[in-house]
T-cell receptor, first 117, second 119 residues
Framework: KQEVTQIPAALSVPEGENLVLNCSFT??????LQWFRQDPGKGLTSLLL?????REQTSGRLNASLDKSSGRSTLYIAASQPGDSATYLC????????????????FGQGTILTVHP | GAVVSQHPSRVICKSGTSVKIECRSL??????MFWYRQFPKKSLMLMAT?????????EQGVEKDKFLINHASLTLSTLTVTSAHPEDSSFYIC???????????????FGEGSRLTVL
């Protein structure tokens, strides 16, 4: 059974710092890995999606890497801003025996990020 | 990207009543929808997979008679929490898979979530 772990559980940094969020998973047979942002009481906003064949994806100040063999992914946030404060969730999508994916995601417990001015 | 709409976004009900939450794909057809549950400060846990025209597949530990799922059309899945109790209070989120090409795994899109509070 896939298990996804995120470290740290919470992180508080001053504005402007670069930071790294970590995600690890136990089963490397993944279809893709996705990073989400969740604001309090809200739904999920997809940030970056990395296919299993990819090593990294970048969007603006965000960069996500994937090392499938070691079961790890990192989300790098450059020059953090107070508006980045949210919970960041990592989720992996399993691959079926046929190579496709039903679409079930296994989520980590999230990292609560606070960026203070 | 495609849009998934959930309704209601918030609902408060009395213990013992039933509550229905709708998940709609607005501009695409979704053969498969997923229902997740999130407790405060916890992660999302998959409850069930909903397939159009067939019975839902429930994850281990999820009571199918408690959480009724109906996926009657390619754009609508409903989750009914029957005889709700305070411990059912949670944030429920649906996800829809769009099937674009044969052999494709299909992209996933999430609704905004529905917060259920049972008094």
């Amino acid at each position: 059974k896939q298990e996804v772990t995120q470290i740290p559980a919470a992180l508080s940094v001053p504005e402007g710092e670069n930071l790294v969020l970590n995600c690890s998973f136990t089963d490397s047979a993944i279809y893709n890995l996705q990073w989400f942002r969740q604001d309090p009481g809200k739904g999920l906003t997809s940030l970056l999606l990395i296919q299993s064949s990819q090593r990294e994806q970048t969007s603006g100040r965000l960069n996500a890497s994937l090392d499938k063999s070691s079961g790890r992914s990192t989300l790098y946030i450059a020059a953090s801003q107070p508006g980045d404060s949210a919970t960041y969730l990592c989720a992996v999508r399993q691959v079926n025996a046929g190579g496709t994916s039903y679409g079930k995601l296994t989520f980590g417990q999230g990292t609560i990020l606070t960026v203070h001015p | 990207g495609a849009v998934v709409s959930q309704h209601p976004s918030r609902v408060i009900c009395k213990s013992g009543t039933s509550v229905k939450i709708e998940c709609r794909s607005l501009d695409f057809q979704a053969t498969t929808m997923f229902w997740y549950r999130q407790f405060p400060k916890k992660s999302l846990m998959l409850m069930a997979t909903s397939n159009e025209g067939s019975k839902a597949t429930y994850e281990q530990g999820v009571e199918k008679d408690k959480f009724l799922i109906n996926h009657a059309s390619l754009t609508l899945s409903t989750l009914t929490v029957t005889s709700a109790h305070p411990e059912d209070s949670s944030f429920y989120i649906c996800s829809a898979r769009v099937w674009r090409d044969r052999g494709s795994a299909g992209e996933l899109f999430f609704g905004e979530g529905s917060r259920l509070t049972v008094l």
